[in-house]
């Protein structure tokens, strides 16, 4: 399935030259350590398992909450994978970059990864789950079915975060990547750290204002300007594709899901998730084993 993806012509795909997929099964039917090229700039983030890869001839071991850039026209074998192995993929053209770019900071950013050859990168915690949090908005996004052939305005939204917050991972690890952001890009940056580490327990705008010491007004202005949406929207939009995500998990009872995710009841959490989805939350898990 990866290999497959990795080489996939990306101008052929129903989004003209992104594809998003968080893989689950990424076991090699056999083994096969041939060198290929890459296609186009991918970022993989290694959920859970481990992946082994020769990327330009260096040996690079990836565990989970690794994140590693594989730039365009590099060499890539696939050496291993362990049955636990599931990661977020992310492949787009330079064609995209360009036009959906909506800065030239962010349009810098993208030729900065795809240029060079950085290798893996070890998240903390943090900075695993909001990227992961961007990957679920725009796998989201790149999977509706009412989207055809275009790049649409969340698409562009949601490819713009995660430049923003790759641009700010490797700006800690790259010592001649300095990073320009302007006050209202840190502080929408300062919200989606936030997000990622409180989402489960705290619904509200006031909440993250309050921790960033600013109104509620004022950071919903900010963070719409920044990202097209406003903060509601994206705490709302979080808490479904984790619930999604989590959903796909039998073990985890739907009482304990709503629980785990702050909701005050169990028909609490079945009112948000049919008003957002249109289906309630026993009926999405049903669908999933289909």
């Known amino acids: ?133 961007i990957y679920k908005l725009m796998y989201q996004v790149n999977s509706d079915t009412a989207i055809q052939h275009v790049a649409t305005e969340l698409q562009r939204i949601s490819f713009n975060l995660f430049l923003y917050e790759l641009r700010c991972i490797y700006g800690q690890f790259v010592s001649d990547y300095h990073l320009n952001f302007t006050r209202n890009e840190n502080l929408t940056i300062q919200f989606l750290n936030i997000l990622a580490i409180h989402f489960n327990e705290q619904h509200s705008v006031q909440f993250y204002a309050g921790v960033l010491h600013v109104t509620a007004g004022y950071l919903n202005k900010v963070v719409k300007q920044t990202t097209g949406k406003p903060v509601k929207k994206i705490i709302e939009e979080t808490l479904v594709m984790e619930a999604k995500n989590r959903l796909d998990d039998d073990q985890i009872t739907i009482n304990r899901l709503s629980e785990e995710l702050g909701f005050n009841s169990p028909s609490s959490f079945s009112t948000f998730f049919k008003k957002h989805v249109g289906i309630a939350p026993s009926a999405y898990r049903s669908s999933l084993s289909k």
Do not use: W
């Open 1 to 133: 399935m990866l290999t497959t993806l990795l080489n996939i012509d990306l101008d052929e795909l129903p989004v003209k030259g992104l594809d998003v997929h968080i893989l689950k099964d990424c076991i090699l039917k056999k083994q096969s350590h041939e060198a290929f090229f890459i296609r186009n700039t991918v970022v993989l983030l290694i959920k859970s398992g481990s992946l082994r890869v020769s990327f330009q001839d260096v040996l690079l071991e990836l565990f989970a909450h690794d994140l590693v850039v594989l730039s365009k026209g590099a060499t890539l074998a696939i050496l291993g994978t362990d049955p636990q192995l599931k990661l977020f993929y992310l492949s787009f053209s330079t064609t995209f970059a360009i036009e959906n770019c909506n800065k030239q900071a962010l349009l810098d950013a993208f030729y900065f990864l795809s240029s060079k050859n950085i290798g893996k990168v070890s998240l903390d915690l943090k900075s695993s789950l909001i990227v992961s949090l």
